[in-house]
């Protein structure tokens, strides 16, 4: 994109410019005016720059009939002067804003680095509170969990040990009772033996008898005190054998509880070791964070001096560029893209657009290396002959045209059969001198009005009945149905009708009171594809349909026109809208600016494009379409007419 007009664009505007002024001149100069009236005229170049008089020598005395040519070589000269000037100002004014563009992107990276300070910093303050208010609470709660444990087995240990010192007693108090039934046991067979020797070593029966029977009572208190003991020593062994069993298990609880207490000692020491590290750890991460807290500030204050250094040069800045140019905004000059294709926005081609549009398709040929394109969303049957013949008129190429109607109309093959009149032997015709129209008569009813085109193409019939306009049919240059339309009685159209050159009806307008109530599409096989509800969301679907499939498409146009403002809201950045009086009525032109997000344009003159400074919310990119306004003097260099200069020269003398 280029800031600068080019060189020959310059010349050619200066060229315009002079050859304009030429013509506004009287074609003979007042043969009153003396000659010192040149005087004032000469002087007006003086409040431009000291370098500029000295560029241009102040003329010899000249005579009175050689008048207009000094003063038209003088406007040249200022004209010249006043371009020079314009190149100057506007290079001044791109780097002025392109020095504040790079102050507000360094007031922009500073910004951004004051934020991450500041969340830096936040994040640091987070931390060293998070940090101060960890107390380990968990590590606590296990040492006060573990300690509850340890309690609980010390008092399940001396449980177990006291078991343990019970059982051991009752298991020597039943090994002693085993002896000492040992004993009885020993001394009761003892007894036993005893009495048996005595009865074995007796021969005597009568004597065995005798013994026996004194001691019968021994006896029986032997054999009965032999199976007590008996009984009683299976008893204490039983019972030895269950204690035996009580105390190992008693035991096995008891080594497993010391067990469980060594590890509760154990995780006890872990856990306090663990405690002493997260301290230790905190304390070198609140240093760290401190050293990080300290260097933070330092660099926020630091960037906080450079933040307001930035906006103290963004506000001198921008009070040399409000002060010098009285605007906030950059206006710069932008340039057509070779690879991109622009074409011109037109609902119809009528003459109330026609000087904008010849000045837009000359400034388009004079820029571009391709012929423009012209998109239109009006129906007119010969909008080809009719481009022709502008384009011819104005001696431009002849742009390519893409039209609503036209577009829904096509079809392939073209098949449509060429309309004709039969002969009917009911009929009467009356022909026109030239045979161009013709009225169709039943009896002395009028049936048809007929225009033709040419000698063998019907252009349109218009229908009646009972003497009512009820039915009009367009056709194109082929002499195929293109449009017709129904009229009510009263006159007011009812409906209106399009259809393919093949023939098939592809748009049904339905009208209420004159006014578009509902359009129906229809598809190839008569079934309908949509309804619209009005004109503009007709033109509005197919232009947006037709710009997706032309993503290279920048489109000029004319921002009062409802269409294209309502594409602005989807292809801003793809349009360029047309301004023609800014200058004299800008208020129209802000308004469309704030509500539509434009940030290129073009305009009809450079006092245009210098206005806009004055009215725009934000920077712009914009190039002015030179016509013979566009080139004119600013008002402080403006020769004044020779009439004014003589009575000038009256009023010093």
């Given at each position: 994109?280029r800031?600068?007009?080019?060189?020959?664009?310059?010349?050619?505007?200066?060229?315009t410019?002079?050859?304009?002024?030429?013509?506004?001149?009287?074609?003979?100069?007042?043969?009153?005016?003396?000659?010192?009236?040149?005087?004032?005229?000469s002087?007006?170049?003086?409040?431009?720059?000291?370098?500029?008089?000295?560029?241009?020598?102040?003329?010899?005395?000249?005579?009175?009939?050689?008048?207009?040519?000094?003063?038209?070589?003088?406007?040249?000269?200022?004209?010249?002067?006043?371009?020079?000037?314009q190149?100057?100002?506007?290079?001044?004014?791109?780097?002025?804003?392109?020095?504040?563009?790079?102050?507000?992107?360094?007031?922009?990276?500073?910004?951004?680095?004051?934020?991450?300070?500041?969340?830096?910093?936040?994040?640091?303050?987070?931390?060293?509170?998070?940090?101060?208010?960890?107390?380990?609470?968990?590590?606590?709660?296990?040492?006060?969990?573990?300690?509850?444990?340890?309690?609980?087995?010390?008092?399940?240990?001396?449980?177990?040990?006291?078991?343990?010192?019970?059982?051991?007693?009752?298991?020597?108090?039943?090994?002693?009772?085993?002896?000492?039934?040992?004993?009885?046991?020993?001394?009761?067979?003892?007894d036993?033996?005893?009495?048996?020797?005595?009865?074995?070593?007796?021969?005597?029966?009568?004597a065995?008898?005798?013994?026996?029977?004194?001691n019968?009572?021994?006896?029986?208190?032997?054999?009965?005190?032999?199976?007590?003991?008996?009984?009683?020593?299976?008893?204490?062994?039983?019972?030895?054998?269950?204690?035996?069993?009580?105390?190992?298990?008693?035991?096995?609880?008891?080594?497993?509880?010391?067990?469980?207490?060594?590890?509760?000692?154990?995780?006890?020491?872990?856990?306090?070791?663990?405690?002493?590290?997260?301290?230790?750890?905190?304390?070198?991460?609140?240093?760290?964070?401190?050293?990080?807290?300290?260097?933070?500030?330092?660099?926020?204050?630091?960037?906080?001096?450079?933040?307001?250094?930035c906006?103290?040069?963004?506000?001198?800045?921008?009070?040399?560029?409000?002060?010098?140019?009285?605007?906030?905004?950059?206006?710069?000059?932008?340039?057509?893209?070779?690879?991109?294709?622009?074409?011109?926005?037109?609902?119809?081609?009528?003459?109330?657009?026609?000087?904008?549009?010849?000045?837009?398709?000359?400034?388009?040929?004079?820029?571009?290396?391709?012929?423009?394109i012209?998109?239109?969303?009006?129906?007119?049957?010969?909008?080809?002959?009719?481009?022709?013949?502008?384009?011819?008129?104005h001696?431009?190429?002849?742009?390519?045209?893409?039209?609503?109607?036209?577009?829904?109309?096509?079809?392939a093959?073209?098949?449509?059969?060429q309309?004709?009149?039969p002969?009917?032997?009911?009929?009467?015709?009356?022909?026109?001198?030239g045979?161009?129209?013709?009225?169709?008569?039943?009896?002395?009813?009028?049936?048809?009005?007929?225009t033709?085109?040419?000698?063998?193409?019907?252009?349109?019939?218009?229908y009646?009945?009972e003497?009512?306009?009820?039915?009009?049919?367009?056709?194109?240059?082929?002499?195929?149905?293109?449009?017709?339309?129904?009229?009510?009685?009263?006159?007011?159209?009812?409906?209106?009708?399009?259809?393919?050159?093949?023939?098939?009806?592809?748009?049904?307008?339905?009208y209420?009171?004159?006014?578009?109530?509902?359009?129906?599409?229809?598809?190839?096989?008569?079934?309908?594809?949509?309804?619209?509800n009005?004109?503009?969301?007709?033109?509005?679907?197919?232009?947006?349909?037709?710009?997706?499939?032309?993503?290279?498409l920048?489109?000029?146009g004319?921002?009062?026109?409802?269409?294209?403002?309502?594409?602005?809201?989807?292809?801003?950045d793809?349009?360029?809208?047309?301004?023609?009086?800014?200058?004299?009525?800008?208020?129209?032109?802000?308004?469309a600016?704030?509500?539509?997000?434009?940030?290129?344009?073009?305009?009809?003159?450079?006092?245009d494009?210098?206005?806009?400074?004055?009215?725009?919310?934000?920077?712009?990119?914009?190039?002015?379409?030179?016509?013979?306004?566009?080139?004119?003097?600013?008002?402080?260099?403006?020769?004044?007419?020779?009439?004014?200069t003589?009575?000038?020269?009256?009023a010093?003398e």
């Amino acid at each position: 994109m280029r800031l600068f007009k080019s060189k020959d664009k310059t010349e050619q505007s200066a060229l315009t410019t002079l050859l304009s002024v030429n013509k506004q001149e009287p074609d003979q100069p007042d043969p009153a005016q003396p000659e010192s009236a040149a005087a004032p005229a000469s002087a007006a170049p003086e409040p431009v720059t000291a370098a500029a008089t000295a560029a241009a020598p102040a003329p010899a005395p000249t005579p009175a009939a050689d008048l207009p040519a000094a003063i038209d070589r003088l406007k040249g000269q200022l004209k010249g002067l006043a371009t020079q000037y314009q190149g100057l100002r506007q290079e001044l004014q791109t780097k002025m804003f392109a020095q504040r563009d790079v102050i507000k992107q360094t007031l922009r990276e500073v910004s951004a680095r004051e934020k991450r300070i500041t969340v830096q910093l936040a994040d640091i303050a987070q931390q060293q509170k998070d940090l101060q208010a960890q107390d380990d609470a968990a590590l606590h709660s296990q040492l006060t969990d573990l300690a509850q444990a340890k309690a609980a087995l010390q008092k399940q240990i001396t449980n177990l040990e006291q078991q343990v010192t019970t059982l051991q007693k009752s298991v020597d108090d039943n090994d002693q009772a085993i002896k000492d039934n040992a004993a009885a046991q020993q001394k009761n067979r003892a007894d036993n033996a005893k009495l048996a020797a005595e009865i074995k070593g007796e021969a005597d029966l009568v004597a065995v008898v005798q013994i026996i029977e004194k001691n019968k009572d021994e006896v029986f208190a032997l054999h009965t005190q032999a199976e007590t003991l008996t009984k009683e020593a299976a008893q204490l062994q039983e019972k030895g054998t269950r204690l035996q069993d009580e105390l190992a298990n008693t035991q096995d609880g008891l080594t497993a509880a010391n067990r469980k207490s060594t590890e509760n000692d154990q995780q006890t020491r872990q856990i306090e070791q663990k405690l002493d590290q997260a301290k230790r750890d905190r304390h070198a991460q609140l240093n760290t964070l401190q050293t990080q807290e300290k260097a933070a500030k330092q660099q926020h204050q630091t960037i906080v001096a450079q933040f307001e250094a930035c906006q103290r040069d963004l506000a001198a800045i921008q009070d040399d560029i409000q002060h010098i140019f009285n605007t906030d905004h950059l206006i710069r000059l932008f340039q057509l893209h070779d690879n991109h294709q622009y074409g011109v926005l037109a609902s119809d081609f009528g003459a109330a657009q026609e000087q904008d549009m010849v000045a837009i398709f000359q400034y388009l040929e004079a820029h571009l290396k391709h012929p423009a394109i012209l998109i239109s969303y009006g129906y007119d049957p010969d909008l080809a002959d009719h481009i022709q013949t502008w384009a011819a008129k104005h001696d431009l190429h002849t742009p390519t045209v893409y039209n609503l109607f036209t577009e829904l109309q096509k079809s392939a093959p073209n098949t449509a059969q060429q309309m004709t009149i039969p002969d009917n032997d009911h009929w009467r015709s009356v022909w026109s001198d030239g045979r161009r129209t013709r009225d169709i008569y039943d009896h002395d009813q009028h049936l048809m009005h007929v225009t033709y085109r040419d000698a063998d193409h019907i252009n349109q019939i218009d229908y009646y009945s009972e003497e009512h306009l009820s039915k009009r049919s367009e056709f194109n240059e082929h002499g195929q149905l293109s449009r017709t339309t129904t009229f009510a009685k009263d006159g007011t159209m009812q409906q209106v009708d399009y259809y393919r050159i093949e023939g098939t009806l592809v748009l049904s307008f339905h009208y209420v009171d004159e006014k578009v109530d509902n359009i129906q599409m229809f598809d190839t096989n008569g079934l309908l594809y949509t309804v619209f509800n009005s004109t503009h969301d007709l033109a509005y679907w197919w232009l947006a349909a037709f710009w997706k499939q032309h993503p290279e498409l920048f489109v000029i146009g004319d921002p009062s026109d409802p269409i294209f403002t309502r594409l602005a809201a989807d292809y801003a950045d793809q349009e360029l809208p047309y301004f023609s009086q800014i200058t004299t009525k800008p208020a129209p032109v802000k308004k469309a600016l704030q509500d539509t997000p434009w940030t290129q344009l073009l305009v009809a003159t450079m006092a245009d494009q210098q206005a806009l400074g004055k009215i725009t919310n934000r920077d712009l990119s914009v190039d002015y379409i030179a016509t013979g306004a566009a080139d004119t003097l600013p008002e402080a260099l403006t020769l004044a007419a020779p009439a004014q200069t003589k009575a000038a020269a009256q009023a010093t003398e």
